[in-house]
């Protein structure tokens, strides 16, 4: 079983920076990947991003060039940095980690406003 814990967030202004964090109860390394999805009301929740345990990263095209993700090992922790805001980034963000089944942080609210 992992458990994991989010923190970052909040309300920001467009074109401003954001960072997630999601801390697991497990090391990376026995993770096959960890990361984020978003859903915003009224649409389907999205893959935002997402790392595996190798280190491989890969991006939603919206989010391409403007987030990163990146880990940080002795923490057992995972990050997404959201630089160049925009209101439509505005979701609930939702941390990740995979092994055979799927586990999920507590979920985060990220709202950038125009």
């Known amino acids: 079983q992992v458990q994991l814990v989010e923190s970052g967030g909040g309300l920001v202004q467009a074109g401003g920076s954001l960072r997630l964090s999601c801390a697991a109860s497990r090391s990376v390394f026995l993770i096959m990947s960890m990361g984020w999805y978003r859903q915003a009301p009224g649409k389907q929740r999205e893959l935002v991003a997402g790392i595996t345990s190798g280190g491989s990263t890969n991006y939603a095209d919206s989010v391409k060039g403007r987030f990163t993700i990146s880990r940080d090992t002795a923490k057992n922790t995972v990050y997404l940095q959201m630089d160049s805001l925009k209101p439509e980034d505005t979701a609930i963000y939702s941390c990740?980690?995979?092994?055979?089944?799927?586990?999920w942080g507590q979920g985060t609210q990220v709202t950038v406003s125009s």
């Open positions: 990740y980690a995979r092994t055979s089944v799927v586990y």
